[in-house]
């Protein structure tokens, strides 16, 4: 009768062991898509953060950040790297003369049209009001005057709509050695202005 009870208790304990293990199996279980939901969540979050909300292309906070990495590789690996500048021409009168959803809208059109332009690699970002840069990885002084000539004409030859005439003034850079971010984009900046000094709707380095 011992031995029967002992064998009846072992069984009971192994049931009770293996309920325990589907309990835990299917709580990690559930615990793992958790988690997994959580992780798509943030991701998405992230991804909400480092975009402008209406042209929903990269923000400020990500253009400094990817060009920040962007210089350390391209100073690691003695890589060329480049940065556009673009700014469009006379953008408070279209704001002035047919409100700010025109404008809205204004810069809507401006961003598609430069998405069609820019590569998978380059990063294209809202830097202010009217004011747009493009990271070229890898891109040489050259390349990316190319590139700026071919984005103001194809923002010239783009029907906007409302009658309206849209163009844009855009300063090129290429990062020299040792050269930290924040001088990189002064001196696109510096290249912008001197494009909208010499008449406006052209491209300036």
Known sequence: RDIHTRKCSIERLQKRNQSLEALVAERTLELSRVNQQLQLQL????????RDTLTRVANRYRLEKVLLEECER??????????????????????????????DQTLVRVVECLESCVGPDDLL??????EFMVVLPESSLEA???LAANIRQALRDMPVGDGLSVTLSLGVAERQLAEP??????????????AKAAGKDRVSE
């Open 181 to 194: 971010p924040a001088v990189l984009m002064a001196r696109a900046d510096q290249a912008l202005y001197r």
């Open 125 to 130: 970002a809202r830097w202010g009001c009217d």
């Open 144 to 146: 990316a005057k190319t």
């Open 43 to 50: 991701d998405e979050n992230r991804s909400l953060a480092e």
């Open 74 to 103: 391209a100073e690691r690996f003695r890589l060329p790297l480049a940065l556009i500048a673009m700014d469009i021409d006379d953008f408070k009168s279209i704001n002035d003369r047919h409100g700010h959803g025109a404008g």
